[in-house]
């Protein structure tokens, strides 16, 4: 038990060095302390509950049988997001379903492409004003969230949710600066809108 | 001083707490605008409202799920260590005693090694002594030997060969004897193969 005490406090570069000693209970430290983040990112964007624990899984999976290549100069929690955002947006690229909304990837070129990286609503019919009624601001916001392109989406969720630097998230989803500056700025004003027709 | 409203980029300035160049012009403004004022505190609640947002969980931990397909690899070096440390007691009494025990072991072997070195010439004087003691009774023993397997013929033999050729008997005996049961060995297992 205070073996395991000892694992939780440890920041993740020695968890990391634990793993590639091949110890078992430094994988698992890992995967406790990185689940809740990465479903959560996971979640927000593809918004399927079993979908995201599958892609959660996998990013796991992924990131834990190629530890050997984590370089300790970079910070553990962006590997794994990045990753995780990575098959998420990957997911969404794949996704072949009838969507409500108009909006897909800020970078997608053909509406092909668009269309497979909008995302599904949850809307049962009601109208926007009924969802209002119905749902608490946090609730309305996570739908708004949803609404964004995928590309906004995670960098806001970056941005606002896992409280990331603009640099970081510039390195994590490998973009210029700039364009994360304008995709946030672009999201905030996207879900203010949303927000706004909702109130 | 500026005369008009914030723009949205220097909203986003102001929400993302700059201090750069051109800042305090815009909070001197925010000062004067209750407009612009309200529209801050507005995007600022806002933001926190997404902030908060909770972290979500997982349906059921994932450590089980994910370690069953995950391989772990342990280097060499790591398992000797731990087959070193499994040795080790786990009470701290006990590895204190084993500390003790192991030191007085090693320092009785460094005595003990010390002694023998100082000593050595008496040890290889009478381990050449023990040698050629050893030899000569051997050399009795298949001369003994060799003489009761050929009775009358021994006294044919010249004076001092009669071990050699007592040892020439038992080699050829061995010889033999091995040669039989290789060859029952493989006859058997040819059976066993045809069979």
Partial sequence: MSRLLDLANLPDADLVARALDGREEAYRELIRRYERPVFSLIYRMVRDREQAEDLAQETFIKVLNNIEKYSPEFKFSSWILKIANNLAIDALRRRRLDTISIDGAANAATAAEVEATSIELAGGGESALDELANRELGSAIEQAIAALRPMYRSCILMRHVDGRSYEEIAQLLDLPLGTVKTYIHRARHELREKLERLR | ?195
């Fill in chain 2, 1 to 195: 001083m500026l005369t008009r409203h914030l723009l949205p980029d220097e909203f986003d300035l102001l929400l993302d707490g700059e201090s750069g160049f051109g800042v305090q012009q815009l909070q001197g403004h925010l000062r004067d605008c209750p407009q612009c004022r309200e529209e801050l505190a507005m995007m600022r609640r806002f933001v926190l409202a997404i902030e908060e947002l909770p972290e979500l969980a997982p349906s059921r931990p994932m450590a089980d799920l994910v370690m069953a397909r995950v391989n772990v690899f342990v280097p060499w070096h790591v398992a000797a260590r731990d087959w070193a440390l499994s040795w080790l007691p786990e009470r701290p009494a006990l590895r204190i005693a084993a500390g003790v025990a192991a030191t007085g072991v090693a320092g009785a072997s460094t005595v003990a090694l010390g002694w023998g070195w100082t000593h050595r010439e008496r040890f290889l004087a009478q381990g050449w002594l023990a040698q050629d003691q050893l030899r000569a009774a051997a050399l009795d023993a298949i001369g003994t030997g060799a003489q009761a397997v050929l009775g009358p013929l021994a006294t044919q033999v010249p004076g001092g060969t009669l071990p050699l050729a007592g040892a020439a008997l038992l080699g050829l005996g061995l010889a033999i004897g091995t040669s039989v049961a290789g060859l029952r060995a493989v006859a058997a297992r040819t059976r066993a193969i045809g069979g």
